[in-house]
């Protein structure tokens, strides 16, 4: 039987945001399962309240998982503050847990806040993302922050399509604001359950979190970190057939 990869994305993000990611990583692995979900507060769920704690996020995962008729263990590839969903997940519980791939994220127990959301960004983000009532001003703002390695004329299109989905399925301030708080009071543990295979990967061009909170992470668990050379914080967009090969590599690297 073929494994089942949940993707998880990040902060006021949805699974639609990803683009064709999914399509592609599916055609790289036909023997497998590609499935996307959304956090409690975006996508399908954006009319709930997001939980201001990661955990209460997981069990929110899970029975969306349940409910879809997908059974673990899982193989999770995840994004920023998806990325601290993985990480509780597989803690909460290990055994749902096969391997987990964990981009471009951090935590207050290894990085200060200001390597966990660059300085250089605070003005532009309250400015342009967070506060603007122009949907396409602020993904605008937030794609020119957050990519490095696509051409000024996608951004710009993009732009417009996920204005359309902040149109169609709005997370509201408030629950952008308590996915902020979720994200800036998670505590990593000081150790990972050893049964579980993980790997960190990273942008070293990435312009909103330090890439050094990877590197943090990578360290403090001993784990393998693989880090694209010019790629920003959304990884997938930025390099998505180098983050599907790393994923497929790393996952084989362990079973070896």
Same mark, same amino acid.
């Given at each position: 039987m073929g494994r089942t990869w949940v993707l998880l994305r990040g902060l006021v993000? &949805?699974? +639609?945001? =990803? &683009? #064709?990611?999914?399509?592609?990583?599916q055609a790289s692995v036909p023997q497998d399962r590609v499935v996307t979900v959304d956090l409690p507060g975006n996508g399908h769920f954006c009319e709930e309240k997001s939980p201001t704690r990661i955990a209460a996020m997981v069990v929110h995962l899970r029975d969306q998982l349940t409910a879809q008729g997908h059974q673990g263990p899982y193989h999770l590839v995840a994004l920023s503050l998806g990325a601290m969903v993985a990480v509780? =997940?597989?803690?909460? *519980?290990?055994?749902? @847990?096969?391997? *987990?791939?964990?981009? !471009?994220?951090?935590?207050? +127990?290894y990085s200060p806040f200001w390597r966990r959301l660059r300085p250089a960004n605070y003005r532009r983000l309250l400015s342009d993302a967070v506060f603007s009532r122009n949907r396409v001003r602020k993904e605008t703002a937030i794609l020119e922050i957050t990519?490095?390695?696509?051409?000024? *004329?996608?951004?710009?299109?993009?732009? &417009?399509? =996920?204005?359309e989905y902040a149109r169609e399925q709005p997370v509201s301030l408030r629950n952008s604001l308590r996915q902020l708080l979720a994200a800036m009071r998670f505590r990593?543990? *000081?150790?990972?359950?050893?049964s579980v295979p993980v790997l960190i990967i990273n942008g070293a061009g990435d312009r909103l979190v330090n890439p050094a909170c990877s590197l943090a992470l990578s360290q403090a668990w001993d784990l393998p970190i693989k880090c694209h050379p010019q790629a920003g914080h959304d990884l997938p967009l930025d390099?998505?057939? =180098?983050? %599907? !090969?790393?994923? %497929?590599?790393? @996952?084989? #690297?362990?079973? @070896?």
């Open positions: 993000r &949805e699974q +639609r945001h =990803w &683009e #064709d990611f999914p399509e592609q990583f509780q =997940w597989l803690c909460q *519980a290990p055994r749902e @847990v096969a391997f *987990a791939g964990l981009i !471009n994220t951090s935590a207050s +127990r990519s490095n390695l696509r051409e000024p *004329a996608f951004l710009h299109q993009l732009a &417009e399509t =996920w204005a990593a543990p *000081a150790a990972l359950p050893e390099a998505p057939q =180098w983050l %599907i !090969n790393t994923l %497929i590599e790393g @996952v084989t #690297d362990f079973t @070896v």
